[in-house]
């Protein structure tokens, strides 16, 4: 059964910066993407930043080249650096690991940034 763990949320002042991790076990899928997604109160889950299949990445717009995605294929570990934060990035960030169009989620971790 897949496990998928995110870690690395927190409190944190605007401009400030935060690391989060997502880790997948119990399977052996090479899976072929992975991702964070976003969701704050009253609003729809949106994507924040995911490598796709073809090893390209894709960012939400409203990320503006202040978060960075990246990955360690072999640990099945995914991360998301976000910089220069801004209190309209306060929600509950998700994390996905993918296997042909399958999504397997995270529990989500919260991520409040203050102002």
């Known amino acids: 059964q897949v496990q998928v763990v995110e870690s690395g949320g927190g409190l944190v002042q605007a401009e400030g910066s935060l690391r989060l991790s997502c880790a997948a076990s119990?399977?052996?899928?090479?899976?072929?993407?992975m991702g964070w997604y976003r969701q704050a109160p009253g609003n729809q889950r949106e994507l924040v930043a995911a490598?796709?299949?073809?090893?390209?990445?894709r960012y939400g717009d409203f990320v503006k080249g202040r978060f960075n995605i990246s990955r360690d294929k072999v640990k099945k570990m995914v991360y998301l650096q976000m910089d220069s934060l801004e209190p309209e990035d306060t929600a509950v960030y998700y994390c996905?690991?993918?296997?042909?169009?399958?999504?397997?989620w995270g529990q989500g971790t919260q991520v409040t940034v203050s102002s």
């Open positions: 490598i796709i299949p073809n090893g390209l990445t």
């Open positions: 119990g399977t052996t899928l090479s899976f072929d993407a």
């Open positions: 996905y690991f993918g296997f042909r169009g399958h999504k397997y």
